[in-house]
């Protein structure tokens, strides 16, 4: 999942990846000591607050396909 939200924020103009860095709070995952889990809540949440939940969403059914909740793949990457 981390993958797929650092691909969205790379594909994005640099003012809207600014807007995106001035609403995110990572200080809820000081304490996260393995995985990625709340630093991409925190980013969907700031996707949300910004606007481009729906744009996110809009990518990750473009560039991920999912065979079972956990068996992800990126079908772009997949092809090279």
């Not at 809009?58 to 999912?66: G, L, M, P, R, S």
């Amino acid at each position: 999942m981390l993958e797929l939200t650092e691909g969205f924020e790379n594909g994005l103009p640099k003012p809207l990846h600014r807007r995106i860095t001035n609403v995110v709070d990572y200080g809820p995952c000081a304490g996260e000591q393995i995985g990625f889990f709340c630093e991409v809540s925190v980013g969907l949440k700031a996707y949300q607050q910004t606007g481009l939940l729906p744009r996110v969403t809009a990518y990750a059914c473009k560039e991920v396909k999912c065979e079972e909740p956990s068996l992800c793949s990126n079908p772009s990457k997949d092809k090279k």
